[in-house]
């Protein structure tokens, strides 16, 4: 049987992989062919990103990965959502890439919050206001730089930026657009009101554009030039979401450095209550609504470390952890996981001290394990909060929580969502981003008919865990 090779570019906070899948109608095969560590980097008061860096990761990624495969059809590119880059006619970066976690925005959001408007914001574009939304993040920059609306031409969201670097093609993808607070609730257009209200020119963007089309071929990259740039959904947290198999009445998480909980619908969910939670209401990058729910997750839990100078370096040193805390009592308190404070604290462990003492805690954990035992619960907690929301808001009785990213390889947590929400927890072994990321590129080559098809045919090799509730 004839395979295709296509090479996911999956970009996380903290690191990023090249995976090739190979597919065909028997199944589709992963082998990861590059890892590296990503940060962020602080310089003075603010936190940025490292392009180059990134860039030349990418490269020798699909280097190996056209040794590997020789065959290698196409590549896609997906990373976390609302940075961008901001360049000039000549597509040349004009401002320095700042990292999400940066807190410049907090002074305009308060403004936001206080004023009223972000209520406006939510009408417009289904997108609660966070501290780094693209369209505050530009905001900020504008009003601090406003010489940039000279000379910059568009802005790219990171996937799409690195796009462009590859094949030369400049295009803001769907799901990336949603996720900044840039387009529309519904419909396929950027927010008019909301980008007047920012002060952000139309121009900077185009489109936007659906996934699962050709974009051009990689042309920086010696060697590489008969291989396929295919515009995949350019968030990860989309590629996951629309990688998941569905058994029945399933709500969905996505768990890494963030923890999202939510669904692929034909609506999006509005009115208060929905405004009142938080709902995201992002976007599939097909056009489909995805909304969900953001919640800190187990970046509350690497942040921590440091503190106890130590990291697991192994899937099985993290197993060792897990077993640790699974063996702590469970503790009768929680850490408010909305806290703004542990949106990037210099010291996590003492962010989270503080803010226990704040609500009357006196007993601090003490070991790694026993916090690793508060994170997860209080994880397990605030998740099972919101899907009780949503089953609320949708009128949706869920029987299944599916469960994918690196969170789900966590027994621990896996086990107190489904002892808080009182609902089976499935974690499938699935890359999901990967295999989203793939599946968009297949549609773009024209190998497939329909996500569908490509998702029926890779969850019957999915093996799962089901961890029922106990509590
Ligand atoms: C996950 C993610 C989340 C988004 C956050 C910031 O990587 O993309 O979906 O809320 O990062 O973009």
Not at 336 to 352: H, R
Request: with cysteine; hydrophobic share 35%; net charge negative.
């Amino acid at each position: 049987m004839k395979r295709t090779h296509c090479a996911a570019i999956d970009l996380g906070a903290t690191s990023g992989r090249v995976i090739v899948g190979s597919y065909s109608n028997d199944g589709l095969e992963l082998t990861e062919v590059r890892r590296f560590p990503n940060a962020f980097h602080r310089l003075g008061k603010n936190e940025y990103w490292d392009l180059g860096g990134f860039f030349s990761e990418i490269k020798k990624g699909l280097i190996e990965a056209k040794k590997i495969f020789p065959e290698l059809a196409s590549c896609g590119v997906d990373t976390w959502g609302v940075d961008y880059a901001m360049v000039d006619r000549s597509g040349r970066l004009v401002f320095p890439v700042h990292a999400y976690r940066d807190e410049r925005t907090e002074p305009l959001l308060k403004k936001l919050k206080s004023s009223g408007k972000d209520k406006n914001i939510y009408d417009w574009t289904g997108i609660p206001g966070i501290n780094y939304n693209t369209t505050l993040q530009l905001a900020e920059t504008i009003a601090k730089y406003p010489h940039l609306k000279d000379v910059v031409d568009r802005v790219l969201l990171l996937a799409d930026y690195f796009n462009y670097q590859l094949c030369g093609a400049m295009a803001n993808e769907f799901s990336l657009a949603s996720t900044g607070q840039l387009l529309q609730i519904d419909g396929d257009h950027f927010s008019k009101e909301t980008l007047d209200f920012f002060d952000i020119p139309k121009s900077w963007f185009a489109g936007p554009t659906k996934a699962g089309r050709k974009l051009g071929k990689v042309s920086s990259v010696e060697g590489l030039d008969d291989v396929e740039v295919v515009l995949v959904p350019g968030h990860d947290t989309s590629c996951a979401f629309e990688a998941i198999p569905q058994i029945g009445n399933d709500i969905l998480i996505s768990a890494g450095t963030w923890l999202l909980t939510g669904g692929l619908t034909e609506k999006p969910a509005t009115g208060e209550e929905a405004f009142e939670l938080g709902v995201s209401n992002e976007r599939a990058g097909n056009g489909g609504h995805r909304p969900n729910k953001i919640l800190l997750g187990l970046w509350l839990l690497e942040k921590t470390l440091p503190a106890f100078e130590t990291r697991p370096s192994s899937e099985a040193e993290w197993k060792a952890l897990i077993e640790a805390a699974e063996d702590e009592a469970a503790p009768g308190f929680s850490i408010d996981t909305s806290d703004q404070t542990l949106f990037n604290p210099t010291d996590m462990k003492a962010a989270i001290d503080a803010n226990l003492k704040r609500q009357g805690v006196s007993e601090l954990p003490q070991t790694l394990p026993a916090y690793t035992r508060l994170i997860c619960d209080s994880l397990g907690r605030s998740v099972a909060q919101t899907v009780e929301k949503f089953s609320r808001m949708t009128s949706t009785q869920f029987d299944n929580v599916a469960i994918v990213g690196g969170g789900s390889k966590n027994r621990l947590l896996c086990q107190r969502i489904a002892d808080f929400s009182g609902l089976p927890v499935t974690s499938y072994n699935l890359e999901g981003t990967a295999v989203g990321n793939i599946g968009y590129q297949l549609l773009g080559l024209g190998r497939i008919d329909s996500l569908d098809t490509f998702r029926a045919n890779v969850s019957k090799d999915l093996t799962k865990h089901v961890y029922e509730p106990k509590t």
